[in-house]
């Protein structure tokens, strides 16, 4: 059997990791999440779901996720109450890429107050934008258990293949050249705000993201480490 590495205490609320495109959500976000044995709620890769299931929220999103915008906020904050309301969610969660709008923010305030969940620690993953292409434009993840590589700086130990489960590695149609651009201008004028934003609320906790992917997640886990338990 495969020795249990969850961490031993629990999460108890939302973690929110907040930063550019390319910046390392995902990759914390998927081991934060494994350490505390809580769900990882990645609103990309739901919206990638009903995309290649053909649903009518896919149908909706498949055409402004290709030109790199933002889906409507009814759109995805419905999918996301669906989604925190399913009892594995009752220990806390983690967020990647969402919120990404203020009006976002103030829906999950809610949200999260209804259910009776403590305020969420929101990770600011800071980075400067001259790195993220490399970054984007080399990520690859697996078809089959979603992990995350990056052909440059982390490639999978046989090109092509998931090192975990075999599963063949793509890349995302979003993450061509020609679709970062207004992705990252997305990110500027719709998501950065959010900085600001939980900042005043004194719940952001801003780590420095350019650094190794290990040492990131040791201050991500440090700080989460920090006010567990508090508020
Ligand atoms: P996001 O979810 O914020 O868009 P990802 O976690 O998918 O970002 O990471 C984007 C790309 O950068 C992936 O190819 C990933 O392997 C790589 N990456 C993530 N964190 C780091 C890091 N700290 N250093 C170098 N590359 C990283
Ligand atoms: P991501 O996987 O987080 O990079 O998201 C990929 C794409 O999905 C984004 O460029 C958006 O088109 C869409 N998306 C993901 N999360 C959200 C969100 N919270 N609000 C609006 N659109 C989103």
Do not use: W
């Amino acid at each position: 059997m495969a020795p249990d590495t969850r961490h031993p205490d629990k999460l108890d609320r939302a973690v929110i990791f907040l930063g550019p495109p390319g910046a390392g959500k995902g990759t914390q976000a998927k081991e934060l999440a494994r350490k505390y044995g809580v769900p990882h709620l990645s609103t990309g890769d739901m919206l990638r779901e009903h995309v290649t299931k053909g649903t009518p929220l896919g149908v909706k999103a498949k055409p402004i996720m290709e030109r790199g915008e933002l889906v409507p906020d009814s759109l995805v904050l419905q999918m996301v109450r669906e989604r925190i309301e399913r009892p594995d969610c009752s220990h806390g969660f983690v967020f990647d890429g969402f919120p990404r709008t203020v009006a976002q923010a103030k829906y999950l305030g809610e949200l999260l107050k209804q259910h009776g969940y403590k305020r969420p620690f929101v990770i600011h993953l800071a980075i400067d934008p001259s790195v993220l292409l490399p970054r984007l434009t080399g990520r690859r993840t697996c078809k089959m258990g979603g992990e995350i590589y990056n052909i440059y700086e982390r490639p999978p130990k046989v090109a092509g293949r998931c090192d975990a489960d075999g599963g063949e590695l793509v890349q995302r149609p979003d993450d061509r050249e020609e679709v970062i651009g207004p992705r990252l201008r997305a990110y500027e004028k719709q998501t950065a705000p959010l900085v600001a934003y939980y900042g005043r609320l004194g719940l952001l906790h801003s780590i420095d993201a350019s650094k190794s992917v290990e040492e990131v997640g040791r201050q991500v886990l440090q700080s989460v480490q920090s006010v567990r338990g508090a508020r």
